[in-house]
């Protein structure tokens, strides 16, 4: 099993720039979430997902989409890029226990 | 806002020494769970406490909980350099996600 698959790995965008990040994961969980990391801040949450079809905002969901048309799939898309969104980005996917992707280093200049 | 506020925000000890965490909450919780996340990686579960559990046991960890302080604390015991890491508090109240602190960042000198 591959548990959460997320890429790419790295990322450097202009600003203004749009782009997807993937996760993709294969434990049938119904819950998934993004999180985006930033230094003294720990993991904030930008959206997640309770099942297919079903999404919802978190605590930082400003210039960021989702969609859930699978329960496997749960992309996070950036509309027009900009410096306040270079971050670390982790998607996660939710049973009993959160299991993370490996996580995006993305750089907006 | 962030649910879960770890304390202390880093902490350096040698190895065989025992290390302490904090995590404090606001809100009712369904359950409360321990992340490890090394530099440049993803998290990594330790260890989940049910909110009618007092105390919990894996391996060199012990984790406490006390739903009336809205208070948890992981051990980690006779710590190796390989338990360099920062240490993440996520609460889970049963309805949406996981809410993560802003971790504590653990030195363990050889």
């Known amino acids: 099993n591959a548990g959460v698959t997320q890429t790419p790995k790295f990322q450097v965008l202009k600003t203004g720039q749009s782009m997807t990040l993937q996760c993709a994961q294969d434990m049938n969980h119904e819950y998934m979430s993004w999180y985006r990391q930033d230094p003294g801040m720990g993991l904030r949450l930008i959206h997640y997902?309770?099942?297919?079809?079903?999404?919802d905002q978190g605590e930082v969901p400003n210039g960021y989409n989702v969609s859930r048309s699978t329960t496997e799939d749960f992309p996070l898309r950036l509309l027009s890029a900009a410096p306040s969104q270079t971050s670390v980005y982790f998607c996660a996917s939710i049973g009993t226990e959160a299991f993370f992707g490996q996580g995006t280093r993305l750089t907006v200049v | 806002s962030q649910q879960g506020e770890e304390d202390p925000q880093a902490l350096s000890i040698q190895e065989g020494e025992n290390a302490t965490m904090n995590c404090s909450y606001k809100?009712?919780?369904?359950?409360l769970q321990w992340y490890r996340q090394n530099s440049g990686r993803g998290l990594v579960h330790l260890i989940l406490i049910r909110s009618n559990e007092r105390e919990k046991h894996s391996g060199r960890l012990r984790v406490t909980l006390d739903t009336s302080k809205k208070s948890s604390s992981l051990l980690i015991t006779a710590s190796r350099a390989a338990d360099t890491a920062s240490y993440f508090c996520?609460?889970?109240?049963?309805?949406?996600?996981?809410?993560f602190g802003k971790g504590t960042m653990l030195l363990v000198s050889p």
């Open positions: 997902s309770v099942g297919a079809g079903i999404t």
């Open positions: 996520a609460t889970d109240d049963g309805y949406s996600t996981l809410t």
């Open positions: 809100t009712s919780i369904n359950n």
